[in-house]
């Protein structure tokens, strides 16, 4: 077979060549990293988990009218995807305080906030992601004010989405990433979600115990990374009944 081109590789997934014009494929890596990069480790299962999340809430999104990259899974670790101009910022949006908001203003995690906030960050490992305004935005060229107000629109949406489907499991979506992507229809422009929408780029607390369940777990050294995804994976009805439960077809004698 011939071997596909690689068009990039970032920390947790490579991009290859797709079969059609306007494609791409997405390959999940076991990579898990922390810091921008500083801590790094490899967690087996890591990208088949990911790559099926990633899969159901892409769908779903794309179900109520939710655009994004999404078009196919093709096996354990790859996907079909709409190949887009990445928006080099990092939409956030924050319904209960953790992580950086608790670090920067001082609030207690787990404080819920008034209304979700939305923000944005560059996507610049080197120099640590660093928030922006939206005037940083604008001047810089990365996005129009229309953009942004079409992004913000669309972050609202996936929040809505993505909190009703972990309320449903008992899970409360504390905050998220999303990355952004343009797409050319003719002349027309359209933004579209892209990357992917996983336990790596949301924080998911136990709504009884608190128990974390997303990339925390590694950032913070709390347990396995693999089982809290497959506990999630599990509550959504994801994973196949016999895998992990010990309990396979047994001879009868
Ligand atoms: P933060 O509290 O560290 O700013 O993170 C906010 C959300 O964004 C959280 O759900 C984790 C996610 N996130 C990423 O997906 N990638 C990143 O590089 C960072 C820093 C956060
Ligand atoms: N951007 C971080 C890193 O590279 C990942 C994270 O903390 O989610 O390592």
């Given at each position: 077979m011939a071997r596909r081109k690689k068009i990039y590789e970032g920390k947790a997934k490579i991009l290859y060549e797709g079969p059609e014009p306007g494609t791409l494929v997405q390959y999940f890596k076991d990579d898990a990293t922390a810091f921008n990069a500083e801590k790094k480790a490899t967690i087996e299962g890591k990208g088949v988990l990911n790559n099926r999340l990633s899969e159901h809430f892409m769908t779903g999104l794309n179900t109520i009218g939710v655009p994004t990259h999404f078009i196919k899974r093709l096996n354990m670790r790859e996907q079909l995807i709409r190949s887009v101009e990445i928006i080099p910022l990092e939409v956030i949006v924050r319904n209960v305080a953790a992580g950086s908001i608790s670090k920067r203003m001082g609030i207690e995690e787990g404080t819920p906030l008034p209304r979700p906030i939305v923000e944005f960050s560059y996507k610049d490992d080197a120099l640590g992601d660093p928030l922006v305004p939206e005037e940083y935005i604008i001047a810089f060229g990365w996005a129009s004010q229309q953009d942004l107000d079409d992004i913000v629109a669309l972050a609202l949406r996936v929040n809505d989405f993505m909190s009703g489907i972990m309320f449903g499991i008992n899970i409360k979506l504390v905050d998220f990433k999303i990355e952004i992507g343009r797409v050319f229809d003719g002349d027309f422009q359209r933004l579209i979600v892209a990357d992917e929408i996983s336990p790596d780029s949301c924080r998911l607390w136990?709504?009884?115990?608190?128990e974390k369940l997303d990339k925390d777990v590694f950032r913070r050294d709390l347990g396995d990374l693999a089982d809290a995804y497959t506990e999630v994976a599990n509550r959504l009805g994801l994973m196949p009944k016999n895998i992990g439960s010990g309990s396979g077809p047994k001879l009868v004698n």
């Amino acid at each position: 077979m011939a071997r596909r081109k690689k068009i990039y590789e970032g920390k947790a997934k490579i991009l290859y060549e797709g079969p059609e014009p306007g494609t791409l494929v997405q390959y999940f890596k076991d990579d898990a990293t922390a810091f921008n990069a500083e801590k790094k480790a490899t967690i087996e299962g890591k990208g088949v988990l990911n790559n099926r999340l990633s899969e159901h809430f892409m769908t779903g999104l794309n179900t109520i009218g939710v655009p994004t990259h999404f078009i196919k899974r093709l096996n354990m670790r790859e996907q079909l995807i709409r190949s887009v101009e990445i928006i080099p910022l990092e939409v956030i949006v924050r319904n209960v305080a953790a992580g950086s908001i608790s670090k920067r203003m001082g609030i207690e995690e787990g404080t819920p906030l008034p209304r979700p906030i939305v923000e944005f960050s560059y996507k610049d490992d080197a120099l640590g992601d660093p928030l922006v305004p939206e005037e940083y935005i604008i001047a810089f060229g990365w996005a129009s004010q229309q953009d942004l107000d079409d992004i913000v629109a669309l972050a609202l949406r996936v929040n809505d989405f993505m909190s009703g489907i972990m309320f449903g499991i008992n899970i409360k979506l504390v905050d998220f990433k999303i990355e952004i992507g343009r797409v050319f229809d003719g002349d027309f422009q359209r933004l579209i979600v892209a990357d992917e929408i996983s336990p790596d780029s949301c924080r998911l607390w136990d709504m009884k115990t608190g128990e974390k369940l997303d990339k925390d777990v590694f950032r913070r050294d709390l347990g396995d990374l693999a089982d809290a995804y497959t506990e999630v994976a599990n509550r959504l009805g994801l994973m196949p009944k016999n895998i992990g439960s010990g309990s396979g077809p047994k001879l009868v004698n």
